[in-house]
């Protein structure tokens, strides 16, 4: 079993308290059965815990991750700024297709956008999750390549604090909160916001498409 999978087994959420938890589990292990989740990183510097926390939550809702890069092989992971865990790439980016997938997932780390906005295939396949009305979930620095896909123009979301200017001179209004949902469209600050985050990432991608996630594209 690949390293990855096999790393990110652990309980599953608690949804609803009213619920026991047979019933909760069954919740959430299908929320997101026969859902294809792209995640995009670049070959270093990726939080660690910001792609394998909301990895984990789609495996456990029943959907499947797949990890997308610029370049076949092994991504280095960070824990802030010490390497940790290499993870396989699934697909190269030009080998992808938004078509193949019902939702989008950006993990955080300073170095993975700052890289990922200046390939310009990869600021094709996040801008092309928008056009379609697709849900799309972004976390800490992450929204620098939103920035460069043209796709937080009127939307509201929030990220890690140093991206509030850039983001509000993109046309994007930006919160000091938790987690923020715009029509599909899922954000939060940093990783100890991760809880809220793969929560809400997995009710918005259980959703399906939003009409409303075209109107920055």
Known sequence: MPRHVSCLRSKGYVLEHK????????????????KRIAFVAAPEGVEQVELTEPWK?????GG?????????GKIQAFNHLDKADTFPVDKVVTDASPDDYDGLVLPGG???PDFLRMDNNVVQFVGAFFKQQKPVA??????????????VRGRRMTSWPSLRTDLRNAGAEWVDEEVVVDSGFVTSRKPDDLPAFCGKLVEEFAEGKHRAQSKSA
């Open 57 to 61: 939550a789609v495996q456990q809702a």
């Open 64 to 72: 499947q991750p797949e990890l997308i890069s610029t370049s076949s």
């Open 19 to 34: 619920r026991s938890d047979d019933e909760r589990s069954a919740i959430v292990a299908n929320e997101l059965a026969g």
């Open 110 to 112: 300073v170095a993975n």
């Open 138 to 151: 972004a976390i800490c620095h992450a929204p620098w390549t939103l920035i460069e896909a043209d796709v």
